[in-house]
């Protein structure tokens, strides 16, 4: 029993560490209606939980990327002159990439 009890705690303790190492990195394009990237637009990550907020822009061609994000529930919000664009959720547990393209063509 107590060999059990010890297993499960080095579990818990080993994937805790896990997600200290590192983060992750959100990356995609941002699109207005008509499917052409929008440079320069906002876009803000904020996690679920918390007030936690990371910003960056995109570049010409429509992109961002955060990067050592750590893991958790986050919404991707992108804005051009104050406007929405769109806004996407995006998860993960463990450190990873996640792709979170917002507006285009739906």
Known sequence: MLLKQVSIVL??????????????????????????????????????????????????????????????IYLVRALDGGALVGESKVEFMLPGNRRADIGGKE
Request: charge should be negative.
């Open 11 to 72: 579990v818990v303790l080993f994937f805790a560490v896990l997600v200290q190492a590192g983060g992750g990195r959100v990356f995609g394009v941002v699109a207005g209606e008509d499917g052409t990237p929008v440079a320069g637009a906002r876009v803000e990550l904020q996690r679920d939980i918390s007030q936690y907020t990371l910003l960056t822009y995109t570049t010409d061609k429509g992109e961002y990327a955060f990067n050592d994000v750590p893991p958790g």
